[in-house]
């Protein structure tokens, strides 16, 4: 069996994977694990940040059951490698966090002629299902002709996900993927289980069947080979945002210089946090206001007050400084306030990611 | 024009060297290093976060979730009894996994069905 990706799914799938017996195991994950992957990939340690993901699997899988032959793929899964690497197995794990990789993976299978047992969590909530296993089972295409807007392709490292809801859908996929194997029971194929944490609820729907006009394994198929998916989606094979130029240069200013300024002048400028006020409460600098990027409009009244307070009775208008997670958000904000009236607005590049990177290291990062 | 051209080739080359320079200095340099030579080694505001740098960083993705956020994971650590065996090992790692730091391993059959070594 070949798992594509080594995070949270990926963790207890294959040690229950390992535990049953399966002969072969290959695990394909290009990153090094971070500390802050460890909160539901519990199949890496942390004396091992900053290693191989696939390699860490591996050893995992090798010290719970020798038995198994375990291999490491330390590469992206790609549309040149994808072929080749799922050849010597009989059926691959969908352990991914984005549509990109969902799509290559499912082209890849359907080309191989190999069934795909796929899952994804993402907050409180899972869904698993197996896809292409018989003639009339749909494939990801069947179900999802075309990728969403990148805006709505909601990420874990944007949503947050609690570590236990991928490790029940990994579990879930092992267990399919063992009874395919085994041939044994009802494979979860045209049906999905979408589990909500929340509500404790395992819920199954029925799946369409095979699409005859999918362009991958309809009955005449458009796609003969692999295709460039990060065009095709519009977004890298990653769940990392990508950052936004949506100001003009002289807009920005980089954390270094807003430090040096905020040294100097400590308060004669507004700093307007615009992350959900959940992130806000995780850590912030102290003397940032927080408007949430939604609430920019209505709370104008607000601004206005905190920048008055801010002038101590000189005619200069206060400048404000817009600060998110990573600088994409705050460039929202700034162009919303110009838009509102207000002409001194800058953006700190980065955002507080930045921040704790290149002023202050002691600033938590998540 | 050959002048211009002439001229145009010479700030490109600078530029050239001073960006090479730059990547090189990026890819020589430990990122431990980079701290102490950061302008702000120790910046002197202190920011506001209730958890630590590592706590945050470990506790991250349920950290931005509206359904846990920091105030369910600040409320997560206490005191989680669970017997021993298979079921309760993956419920323990999964349980220190999102922060319930102290778990006494105790005993408990009451859910335990007889002939099942769990």
């Given at each position: 069996?070949?798992?594509?990706?080594?995070?949270?799914?990926?963790?207890?799938?294959?040690?229950?994977?390992?535990?049953?017996?399966?002969?072969?195991?290959?695990?394909?994950?290009?990153?090094?694990?971070?500390?802050?992957?460890?909160?539901?990939?519990?199949?890496?340690?942390?004396?091992?940040?900053?290693?191989?993901?696939?390699?860490?699997?591996?050893?995992?899988?090798?010290?719970?059951?020798?038995?198994?032959?375990?291999?490491?793929?330390?590469?992206?899964?790609?549309?040149?490698?994808?072929?080749?690497?799922?050849?010597?197995?009989?059926?691959?794990?969908?352990?991914?966090?984005?549509?990109?990789?969902?799509?290559?993976?499912?082209?890849?299978?359907?080309?191989?002629?190999?069934?795909?047992?796929?899952?994804?969590?993402?907050?409180?909530?899972?869904?698993?299902?197996?896809?292409?296993?018989?003639?009339?089972?749909?494939?990801?295409?069947?179900?999802?002709?075309?990728?969403?807007?990148?805006?709505?392709?909601?990420?874990?490292?944007?949503?947050?996900?609690?570590?236990?809801?991928?490790?029940?859908?990994?579990?879930?996929?092992?267990?399919?993927?063992?009874?395919?194997?085994?041939?044994?029971?009802?494979?979860?194929?045209?049906?999905?289980?979408?589990?909500?944490?929340?509500?404790?609820?395992?819920?199954?729907?029925?799946?369409?069947?095979?699409?005859?006009?999918?362009?991958?394994?309809?009955?005449?198929?458009?796609?003969?080979?692999?295709?460039?998916?990060?065009?095709?989606?519009?977004?890298?094979?990653?769940?990392?945002?990508?950052?936004?130029?949506?100001?003009?240069?002289?807009?920005?200013?980089?954390?270094?210089?807003?430090?040096?300024?905020?040294?100097?002048?400590?308060?004669?400028?507004l700093l307007l946090d615009v992350r959900p006020a959940l992130q806000f409460d995780?850590?912030?600098?102290?003397?940032?206001?927080?408007?949430?990027?939604?609430?920019?409009?209505?709370?104008?009244?607000?601004?206005?007050?905190?920048?008055?307070?801010?002038?101590?009775?000189?005619?200069?208008?206060?400048?404000?400084?817009?600060?998110?997670?990573?600088?994409?958000?705050?460039?929202?904000?700034?162009?919303?306030?110009?838009?509102?009236?207000?002409?001194?607005?800058?953006?700190?590049?980065?955002?507080?990611?930045?921040?704790?990177?290149?002023?202050?290291?002691?600033?938590?990062?998540? | 024009?050959?002048?211009?051209?002439?001229?145009?080739?010479?700030?490109?080359?600078?530029?050239?060297?001073?960006?090479?320079?730059?990547?090189?200095?990026?890819?020589?340099?430990?990122?431990?290093?980079?701290?102490?030579?950061?302008?702000?080694?120790?910046?002197?505001?202190?920011?506001?976060?209730?958890?630590?740098?590592?706590?945050?960083?470990?506790?991250?993705?349920?950290?931005?979730?509206?359904?846990?956020?920091?105030?369910?994971?600040?409320?997560?650590?206490?005191?989680?009894?669970?017997?021993?065996?298979?079921?309760?090992?993956?419920?323990?790692?999964?349980?220190?996994?999102?922060?319930?730091?102290?778990?006494?391993?105790?005993?408990?059959c009451c859910f335990r069905p007889k002939k099942v070594d769990c």
């Open positions: 069996m070949l798992l594509v990706g080594a995070g949270g799914l990926a963790s207890s799938a294959a040690l229950y994977l390992a535990g049953a017996g399966v002969g072969r195991i290959g695990v394909v994950d290009f990153d090094d694990i971070e500390l802050s992957n460890l909160q539901r990939q519990i199949i890496h340690l942390p004396r091992n940040v900053g290693t191989s993901k696939a390699e860490s699997a591996v050893r995992a899988i090798r010290d719970y059951n020798p038995e198994v032959d375990a291999i490491a793929y330390k590469c992206h899964f790609t549309s040149q490698n994808a072929m080749e690497i799922v050849k010597p197995y009989d059926l691959v794990l969908d352990c991914t966090d984005n549509v990109t990789s969902r799509y290559l993976i499912n082209d890849a299978c359907v080309l191989s002629g190999k069934p795909l047992v796929s899952g994804s969590a993402l907050r409180m909530e899972g869904q698993v299902t197996v896809y292409h296993l018989y003639k009339d089972t749909p494939c990801y295409r069947c179900m999802f002709k075309e990728p969403p807007p990148k805006a709505a392709q909601g990420t874990c490292s944007n949503e947050g996900v609690l570590g236990v809801v991928p490790g029940i859908i990994g579990c879930l996929q092992a267990l399919e993927s063992i009874k395919i194997l085994s041939q044994s029971g009802q494979p979860l194929a045209s049906r999905m289980i979408l589990f909500d944490a929340m509500s404790a609820t395992f819920r199954t729907f029925k799946l369409r069947s095979r699409d005859k006009n999918c362009a991958i394994c309809g009955d005449s198929p458009s796609i003969t080979a692999l295709i460039d998916y990060e065009a095709f989606c519009g977004a890298s094979a990653n769940d990392k945002p990508t950052p936004l130029a949506l100001i003009k240069p002289a807009q920005h200013i980089v954390p270094t210089d807003y430090a040096a300024l905020l040294l100097q002048h400590p308060d004669d400028h995780i850590c912030a600098l102290p003397h940032a206001v927080n408007i949430p990027l939604p609430e920019i409009d209505s709370r104008i009244e607000e601004i206005k007050t905190l920048l008055e307070s801010r002038t101590h009775g000189s005619n200069l208008s206060p400048a404000i400084y817009t600060i998110c997670r990573r600088g994409n958000d705050s460039q929202r904000a700034l162009l919303k306030l110009e838009a509102l009236g207000f002409n001194s607005v800058k953006n700190i590049t980065g955002g507080v990611a930045a921040w704790a990177q290149e002023v202050d290291p002691k600033f938590p990062t998540y | 024009m050959y002048a211009a051209l002439l001229a145009e080739n010479a700030t490109l080359k600078s530029k050239v060297a001073e960006l090479e320079a730059r990547l090189q200095h990026l890819e020589t340099k430990a990122p431990v290093e980079s701290y102490s030579n950061a302008p702000f080694p120790d910046f002197p505001k202190s920011p506001i976060a209730p958890l630590s740098k590592v706590e945050v960083e470990r506790y991250g993705r349920q950290l931005i979730m509206r359904e846990i956020g920091a105030s369910g994971t600040c409320n997560m650590p206490l005191k989680v009894c669970f017997g021993l065996g298979g079921f309760h090992s993956t419920l323990r790692r999964d349980l220190t996994s999102v922060g319930t730091l102290k778990i006494l391993p105790v005993l408990c």
